[in-house]
């Protein structure tokens, strides 16, 4: 466990600093003045816990956790890889180990450095340019919705539903894998970013995720994997193909008779996959913008 007041000082400069622009070009003094309590705080767990230890280890953790959530709060479609989290996790463990009480300005200032060098190339060039000069950074709402109001939008019954299911992007709170259980039913979730991973809430990236082969009989995807394929696929995103050869792992992983349901719609992938030789699947849209596809063989 992270000690309290380091947990809660983590969460206070993230909170308070998550809406700063890491592309911003100006003064760095201009955008972050230095925070005393901060430091302070940082110093005091400094002289308490070695680098190497479990301690520290848990708030480097956490840091990561927290200033990913932010970052995906204000653009959810940056494609943030392991090493990428390592890469992020090693800025910390750096300014956390060189910093005093003498160098503490300068060091911010570094690490504000080393954070922009780090999130640039997650963005178009033509992106870093219009940012340069915004001091502030808005934010999207990435919702999590209910059980109910999922099930609602493929017009399905809880009973309609089959087991085991795989819910991807299921949301930090997993609200739609919880309402499963709570009705005892056999349910799964993956997603980058979980509040509570376990043994069945797997904290992975979509894309690096093994599917597995015929093991499915649900795969639910709501307001997650495909939006931000048709993203990628309407910003000539390198990433698109990696996107679509996963789409096919998912349908792959699906027992015969298995159902993958998901929004948004796909349209070029639905289209694909409809004029296939021998009609492997059976592609269905309850309502518009909402597919569901079965494996029939
Ligand atoms: C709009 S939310 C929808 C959550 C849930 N499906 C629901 O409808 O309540 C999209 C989810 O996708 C997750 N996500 C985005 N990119 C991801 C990735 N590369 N790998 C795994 N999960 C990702 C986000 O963390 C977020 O929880």
New binding site residues.
């Given amino acids: 466990m992270v000690d309290k007041k380091l947990a809660s000082l983590i969460h206070n400069q993230v909170f308070f600093h998550g809406q700063l622009n890491l592309l911003w070009e100006g003064g760095f003094e201009e955008l972050l003045p230095l925070n005393d309590d901060f430091i302070q705080g940082l110093l005091s767990f400094k002289d308490k816990y070695l680098i190497e230890s479990q301690q520290f280890k848990e708030a480097l953790d956490l840091v990561t956790k927290k200033v990913l959530h932010q970052l ?1 709060q204000v653009n ?2 940056i ?3 392991k090493e990428d989290t390592e890469r992020l996790k090693a800025i910390y463990k750096e300014t956390f180990q060189s910093i005093n009480r003498d160098n503490a300005s300068s060091m911010m200032e570094k690490h504000f450095q080393h954070l922009s060098q780090w999130i640039k190339p997650f963005y178009q060039p033509q992106m870093v340019e219009a940012l340069k000069a915004q001091k502030q950074i808005g934010q999207v ?6 059980g109910e ?2 099930l609602s939008q493929f017009d399905l019954e809880l009973s309609e539903l089959n087991f085991p299911l795989l ?6 709170d ?3 894998v919880e309402y499963l259980r709570k009705h005892n039913k056999e349910a799964y979730g ?4 979980i509040t509570r991973p376990g043994s069945y809430l797997w904290e ?6 093994d599917y597995g082969k015929d093991k499915w009989s649900t795969i ?6 495909t ?2 394929m048709n993203y990628h696929k309407s910003h000539n995103s390198p990433l698109w193909s990696g996107y679509a050869k996963c789409f096919k792992n998912i349908l792959d992983s699906l027992i015969v008779g298995g159902r993958f349901c998901y929004c948004p719609s796909v349209p070029m992938m639905e289209e694909y996959l409809n004029s296939l030789e021998g009609q492997p699947y059976i592609i269905d849209s309850p309502h518009p913008n909402r597919i569901c596809i079965t494996r029939r063989h």
């Fill in positions: 995906w959810q479609y494609d943030i890889r709402v990435n919702n999590q919705y209910s109001f999922q819910d991807i992007g299921c949301g930090e997993a609200g739609f993956i997603d980058h970013l992975e990236h979509w894309l690096d995720f639910w995807a709501h307001m997650s994997y939006n931000h």
